[in-house]
């Protein structure tokens, strides 16, 4: 975790520096085809913002002159890939599209990507319509690692949410939960096995499964380690409270074999219309709205995440994009960066339904605010859950790790096990590992 005298510093350090970007920019002209006739090769994790940026990849080329091959590959593969590519020294790829909630900590202490700084400061090779100062402060603090350094753009911040089949709900006469404790019971109403309807689905699968616990212990105000990032706190009455709601929500209220769930086989059944409630990110829209793949297009409700005992939070997950040190197509692989990350790109990935923008300004566009692709009920749970959004896992090198050993505990959760023995149990053999991590 950043330290809170880090924090400060680094977020003074991003208060000044737009106002010097902009300084150094102003009555700039700019050269969009500065680097034509290269190529940059970039490597995009599968999920809806590769599908934004494949889809309007030939405009780049087309402004710019570059020549651009991508390729979009599971996240179970593509994180490790990365890791590896990047430690050896030799990566395959210019432009890397990461999680920083999983990556962040991981990159930076390998110094492995640029420090997109210069870069930004450097009006030959960032546009002077850029604005750096747009950037969310939730997005600045993520992209910024704990010593100053900016070494990834901000792509998109997930935010989650709550789908849910408004005419199942209205088949029950239910009103959306506003509490998780009255998710729990609503789930057990719609719960109906004998007719192959089933009250919740979410991530049940190890590993994936922990943003889905760490959205419930967000009703608790609790994050998952102590804020220095040295303790764990995954076995506290909070911790235990919110791994009895997700023992509950899976065990008793969710499809056969979901213990093997992650969002995709959770988005498919949702489509299917034999789910009344399903908690993921709001990135998975586009396909429940889409005729040609779901049966559910004229039921589909959103709802911000239910409120715990002592809090109301959603978690969110920042996508962003870095340039390898040893890449020998620098220039170019920012010009793709900063378009990829520019006010209009984002506006264009929030009208796919791809995720949430990070930029400020994407939330003022007229268009989108009168005409939301999705709705206004889409756009209005995405306004409110941004106020209520914090981090939903601990920034620390071993996150992978973490959630390996949390997610295992919690799968087990669905198969019966005691909650409290095995979040203590996960928590005592983590312990060591994150102790460990802070000595290197």
């Known amino acids: 975790m950043i330290g809170r005298r880090t924090l400060l510093a680094s977020s003074a350090a991003l208060l000044a520096a737009p106002a010097i970007i902009r300084t150094v920019h102003a009555q700039s002209t700019f050269d969009w085809k500065r680097c034509k006739g290269q190529r940059v090769v970039i490597a995009l994790t599968k999920n809806p913002r590769a599908d934004c940026l494949q889809q309007h990849q030939k405009e780049f080329e087309e402004l710019t002159g570059i020549r651009v091959e991508s390729e979009q590959m599971p996240e179970q593969q593509q ?5 590896m590519e990047l430690a050896s020294g030799r990566p395959s790829f210019d432009v890397t599209h990461f999680s920083l909630h999983v990556s962040k900590r991981v990159v930076g202490t390998g110094l492995w990507l640029e420090d997109m700084r210069p870069y930004l400061a450097n009006p030959a090779l960032t546009a002077p319509d850029y604005d750096w100062a747009d950037m969310s402060p939730g997005a600045l603090r993520a992209a910024t690692q704990p010593d100053g350094r900016i070494d990834s753009l901000p792509l998109e911040s997930d935010i989650w949410l709550v789908y849910y089949n408004k005419q199942l709900f209205q088949q029950k006469g239910l009103s959306f939960p506003k509490t998780f404790d009255e998710m729990l019971a609503t789930a057990r109403k719609l719960n109906d096995p004998a007719s192959g309807t089933y009250g919740f689905v979410a991530r049940g699968v190890k590993n994936a ?8 212990l967000l009703g608790q105000d609790q994050e998952t380690v102590t804020p220095d990032g040295r303790t764990l706190l995954t ?6 409270w919110a791994g009895e709601m997700y023992k509950s929500l899976l065990r008793e209220c969710a499809p056969p074999g979901v ?3 992650n969002w995709n086989e959770c988005q498919t059944s949702f489509m299917q219309g034999k789910v009344g409630m399903w908690l993921d990110g709001v990135g998975f829209t586009p396909p429940l709205l889409d005729p040609k793949v779901s049966k559910i297009v004229d039921h589909v409700g959103f709802g911000v995440m239910p409120a715990g005992p002592k809090a109301q939070a959603c978690p969110v997950f920042t996508d962003a994009l870095g340039i390898p040190v040893q890449s020998k197509a620098k220039e170019a692989a920012y010009l793709y960066c900063q378009w990829a990350t520019s006010k209009q790109m984002l506006l264009n990935l929030v009208n796919m339904g791809a995720g949430a923008s990070p930029r400020l300004s994407t939330y003022q566009d007229p268009v989108l605010m009168k ?4 709705g206004q009920e889409w756009l ?3 306004l409110a859950s941004m106020k209520i ?9 071993p996150v992978n ?8 505990a919690l799968s087990n959760m669905i198969g019966g096990a005691d909650v409290a023995k095995e979040l203590h149990a996960a928590t005592t053999a983590f312990q060591p590992v994150l102790a460990q991590s802070l000595k290197t």
């Open 259 to 261: 213990i093997g769930f």
């Open 401 to 408: 790790e973490f959630r390996d050993v949390i997610g295992i």
């Open 389 to 397: 959004a914090r981090s939903g896992l601990p920034e620390i090198v």
């Open 79 to 83: 994180r490790p890939k990365m890791v």
């Open 380 to 382: 209005q749970t995405l």
């Open 371 to 374: 005409a939301s692709p999705f």
């Open 235 to 240: 076995d506290t009455p909070g911790a235990i």
């Open 209 to 216: 499964n922990v943003p889905v616990w760490t959205s419930i």
